[in-house]
């Protein structure tokens, strides 16, 4: 039984087979093995071209073409990497025509379904045709796991179930751990956790950001655009959703403190904190505020034997990679602001402790805002 947000991978190997079972196509099943070998046979004696399909489970599994005798005939690959043991499901489907020994493949997901076809190329009654191909195949060793739910699902319970479905176009992150963790992406409105469908976003509007939230309409003559991300406008102009968004950052380097912050998208009011903690020498929070005029204000601050210093990078994006570092002080005294004159404001505070001292304390509380405008 695996906690919240995982479900139990018991990483046994396994290989299955379907199709013709005898013959020209030996296959036995087994589990337990991560490795073994495939073969097929194609000769004049058939009087058409056959197929057989082996399963193969575990992690990262693989297939590589030992043995290959082609004459008059040509032998392709169907490679099916499956998001389950019986491969109802299909992640992505792919045909390779195989022509010398030493051909591989390797699976992204767990469950790979290999099936060789053989072609023959002319009039087997005048020629004759022959072909042999042996493979191996083979999965990774590794201890059984409870692995984190994909993202997409979401599980809330301790138990040995897996984990379940987002509701339809809803998203979610890697080891989600209820339904709440499902939302709607970009081009898609609805409410967090809402147990109903995603709705896209209707021609004329938009949604250019993942969370709750409704579709907003596009500014004048303006048409939705990249699915409903984004809307298109005419020439000599480029659209600015004005959007108010708060990202976190951490710097694990500078100790271990707090730094308070929830993202959030549309409100353009709120909050984020930092303290620093018993033993900490030095830390770092950063936050980056998206919208029109970001700006911050220090409201509270309490300061025993540490120093407080900001920084601030005008940003020309909205993960700063593209940046102009503009200022950098230090603070005192509650009541400090600081607005910024592009669209991306990042922020940083440090944390500082006096040499030697040995009671230390600091909290600060700073208030976030963007000015309201219209898409």
């Known amino acids: 039984a695996c906690g919240a947000g995982h479900f139990f991978e018991d990483n046994v190997p396994r290989r299955s087979c379907s199709g013709e079972s005898s013959g020209s196509f030996p296959c036995s099943p087994s589990v337990g093995s991560n490795s073994g070998t495939l073969s097929s046979h194609s000769n004049s004696s058939r009087s058409y071209s056959p197929s057989r399909s082996w399963i193969i489970s575990g992690v990262e599994p693989r297939v590589t073409v030992a ?57 087997s009654s005048a020629f004759g045709f022959l072909g042999n191909v042996v493979a191996t195949w083979s999965t990774t060793s590794k201890a059984p796991e409870c692995s984190p739910c994909e993202a997409g699902d979401y599980k809330n319970t301790t138990d040995a179930a897996g984990c379940t479905a987002c509701p339809s176009n809803a998203v979610s992150a890697e080891g989600s751990t209820g339904l709440s963790s ?58 600015e959703d004005n ?90 005294n509650s009541g400090w602001a600081y607005q910024s004159s592009m669209r991306h404001l990042r922020v940083r505070l440090q944390w500082s402790v006096y040499g030697g001292s040995s009671i230390t304390s600091g909290s600060v509380v700073a208030t976030l805002s963007t000015t309201s405008m219209p898409p």
């Open 67 to 123: 043995s290959l005798q082609l004459q008059n005939i040509g032998l392709s690959a169907f490679l099916d990497e499956c998001d389950d043991a019986g491969c109802v499901s299909l992640h992505s489907s792919a045909r390779v025509d195989i022509y010398d020994s030493g051909w591989e493949y390797q699976s992204s997901t767990r469950h790979l379904r290999v099936r060789f076809e053989w072609t023959t190329y002319v009039d």
């Open 182 to 239: 499902c939302v709607c992406p970009e081009g898609f409105s609805g409410d967090e956790g809402d147990e109903e469908s995603c709705v896209a976003c209707e021609a004329g509007t938009f949604k250019s950001f993942e969370g709750p939230g409704a579709c907003l309409s596009c500014p004048g003559d303006g048409v939705s655009a990249e699915e409903g991300r984004s809307c298109a406008c005419g020439a000599g102009h480029f659209f």
């Open 243 to 332: 959007v108010p968004k708060l990202s976190c950052i951490r710097y694990p380097s500078y100790g271990s403190g707090s730094c308070l912050c929830g993202p959030s998208v549309g409100s353009n009011v709120g909050t984020f904190s930092s303290q620093v903690d018993a033993g900490v020498s030095s830390q770092s929070c950063s936050w980056i505020i998206s919208g029109a005029q970001p700006r911050v204000t220090i409201t509270s601050l309490q300061l025993q034997n540490v120093q407080l210093y900001v920084s601030f990078d005008e940003c020309d994006d909205a993960d700063c990679m593209s940046y102009q570092s503009v200022r950098s002080e230090q603070i005192y």
